[in-house]
C-alpha cells in the first residue's frame, strides 16, 4: 500500500510481565485498522514480573520505544502523550487500578485513546473477578466464542454495560501447518510456572517425561521452558525444572530447551501439558495435542477447561501409542480456526475501534464498574497497590508522582528494585517451604 494511503496510528502498550507483553504488541498490531501505519511504543510495569531483556529478546516482538515505568509514571506520559489506542496488557488489578487512573487524566477531554484489554490465554479461574477488573475498558477482547459469550454473561449479571466485549481470537497464532511426522518424531512438553505447584506433581511430570524418552530412544523428547532460574513470567515458579532434572539422570534423547513456542512447533510431533495455552496454538497448526489427566481433571489445574476437546490422555496412554484427534466443533468455539478463518478474527474489533476513533465530539469518559460507591471495601485497596487514592489521584509521596528521578535516585531505585526481586523470587519460596516442613 503506498504511503500515502495509510494512516499513522500512535499506539501504546502497557504490560507487567514477558507473556502479557506479546500478547499485547501482538493484538495491537492484530487489531488496528487495515489502512493504518503502526508506531508502537512499549512501556513496562515495574513489578515482580517485569520481563527481562532475555525475556524480551526471546518473546520476538518488536516496539519503535520500550521503557519500564511506575503506573505513576505510565499515567503522566499519557496525559502527554497523544495516542489513538492504549493496550492494557495486565493483571486484573493493574488494569482497574489504571482505568481509574486515566479517568481523572482524561477528565477533560474527548479526544483520549481508545482503551483496549483482554486476556492471555485460557480462561479458567477468577472469571468474574477478573472480568469485572477489567471492565470500563472501551473493548474487552475475549478470544473465542464460548469467552464471549461467559464475559456478556457475567457483565449483563450484575447490571453493567456489556457492549465492550469483543470476539478476537489469541493474537499469536499461526505458523507453518503439521503435514507429517519429522525425523526424529518429537515428542514436546510445555511447562507451566505455577502448574502443578507442588515438588510432588512436578517430579511425577519430569519422570514421566523422562521414562518417555527411554522407553522411545527412536524419538527426541523436549521439555520446553518457559524462564530460566530467578526470572519470573506471568506466574511464579517455586520449583524450577531445571533444578529437578538435576536429579535425575535424563537419555541422551532428553533435552530442555527455551525459545520462541512458535519455533518449537515448527519440529513437534506431539504436544503434551498440562493445560498451556500451548495446546491451542498447536491444534490451531494441527499438531496432535494431549492434555494430561495424569493429575485428575480439576479447576486447580486448568485441564478442566478442555474437557470435550478430544484431547484428553494419560501418560500410561502416551506410551502406548496413543494420537488424540481434536473435536472440530470445541476447536471452533475456542477460536483456534484451524479451517482457515483466522485472517478474519480480529475483524470486528478493528471495526469498533475505527468506529470509536471516527465518533464525532471524541470519547465519553472511562466508567468503570467498580467505584468508591459500588465496591467501597474493594477498590481503594487495589488503586493502593499502585500509590492511587480512591479517586484515581496519585498518593502523597507516590514515586515519580511530580518529577522526573535524579541519576542518584535512578541507581538507588534499580539497587531496591534488584533486592526486591531476589526476595520474592529466591528468598520467599525457601521461607514458605521451610513452612511447610
Given at each position: ?98 482505568l481509574h487512573g486515566l479517568k481523572r487524566v482524561w477528565e477533560d477531554r474527548a479526544d483520549r485513546p481508545v482503551v483496549v484489554t483482554g486476556y492471555v490465554g485460557v480462561v479458567y479461574e477468577k472469571l468474574a473477578d477478573g472480568l469485572l477488573l477489567r ?290 523470587q529466591r528468598v520467599a519460596p525457601v521461607i514458605r517451604r521451610m513452612g511447610e516442613l
Amino acid at each position: 500500500m503506498p504511503a500515502s494511503a495509510t494512516k499513522a496510528l500512535r499506539v501504546a502498550v502497557l504490560a507487567d510481565s514477558d507473556t502479557r507483553w506479546k500478547w499485547g504488541a501482538l493484538t495491537a498490531n492484530r487489531i488496528a485498522p487495515n489502512d493504518s501505519d503502526i508506531h508502537l511504543d512499549g512501556y513496562l510495569l515495574r513489578g515482580r514480573a517485569t520481563p527481562t531483556a532475555r525475556q524480551l529478546q526471546e518473546v520476538g516482538v518488536d516496539a519503535d520505544s520500550l521503557r519500564e515505568v511506575t503506573a505513576v509514571e505510565f499515567l503522566r506520559a499519557m496525559a502527554e502523550e497523544p495516542y489513538d489506542v492504549l493496550v492494557l496488557a495486565l493483571v486484573g488489578g493493574g488494569v482497574q487500578a489504571v482505568l481509574h487512573g486515566l479517568k481523572r487524566v482524561w477528565e477533560d477531554r474527548a479526544d483520549r485513546p481508545v482503551v483496549v484489554t483482554g486476556y492471555v490465554g485460557v480462561v479458567y479461574e477468577k472469571l468474574a473477578d477478573g472480568l469485572l477488573l477489567r471492565h470500563g475498558a472501551d473493548l474487552v477482547l475475549a478470544n473465542s466464542r464460548q469467552d464471549a459469550d461467559r464475559f456478556r454473561a457475567v457483565y449483563e449479571g450484575v447490571g453493567a454495560d456489556a457492549s465492550a466485549v469483543t470476539e478476537v481470537a489469541l493474537p499469536f497464532l499461526g505458523g507453518a501447518e503439521h503435514t507429517g511426522d519429522h525425523d526424529p518424531y518429537t515428542v514436546v512438553f510445555a511447562a507451566q510456572p505455577s502448574v502443578p505447584d507442588n515438588r510432588r506433581d512436578r517430579t511425577y511430570l519430569l519422570d514421566r517425561l523422562i521414562r518417555h524418552a527411554r522407553r522411545h530412544p527412536e524419538r527426541e523428547v523436549l521439555l520446553k521452558l518457559r524462564s530460566k532460574p530467578g526470572e519470573h513470567t506471568t506466574h511464579i515458579e517455586e520449583l524450577p525444572y531445571q533444578k529437578l532434572v538435576q536429579k535425575a539422570d535424563p537419555p541422551s534423547n532428553f533435552r530442555l530447551v527455551y525459545g520462541h513456542m512458535g519455533e518449537v512447533l515448527d519440529r513437534t510431533d506431539l504436544l503434551v501439558t498440562v493445560s498451556s495455552t500451548a495446546a491451542l496454538e498447536a491444534l490451531h497448526r494441527r499438531i496432535p495435542t494431549v492434555v494430561l489427566t495424569d493429575l485428575g481433571v480439576r479447576e486447580a489445574l486448568g485441564n478442566h477447561h478442555f474437557v470435550g476437546s478430544g484431547c484428553l490422555a494419560s501418560w500410561d496412554q502416551l506410551d502406548d501409542g496413543h494420537r488424540p484427534v481434536p473435536d472440530p466443533e470445541w476447536v471452533a468455539r475456542q477460536g483456534v480456526a484451524a479451517d482457515g478463518g483466522y485472517a478474519t478474527a480480529f475483524d470486528a474489533a478493528r471495526r469498533r475501534i475505527t468506529e470509536l476513533l471516527g465518533r464525532p465530539g471524541g470519547l465519553p469518559p472511562l466508567t468503570p464498574y467498580y467505584t468508591p460507591v459500588t465496591a467501597p471495601g474493594y477498590l481503594p485497596g487495589i488503586l493502593a497497590r499502585h500509590h492511587l487514592g480512591p479517586d484515581g489521584t496519585p498518593l502523597p509521596g507516590a514515586p515519580a508522582a511530580d518529577r522526573e528521578p535524579g541519576a542518584v535516585r535512578q541507581i538507588v531505585r534499580r539497587a531496591a528494585r534488584g533486592a526486591y526481586r531476589h526476595g520474592v523470587q529466591r528468598v520467599a519460596p525457601v521461607i514458605r517451604r521451610m513452612g511447610e516442613l
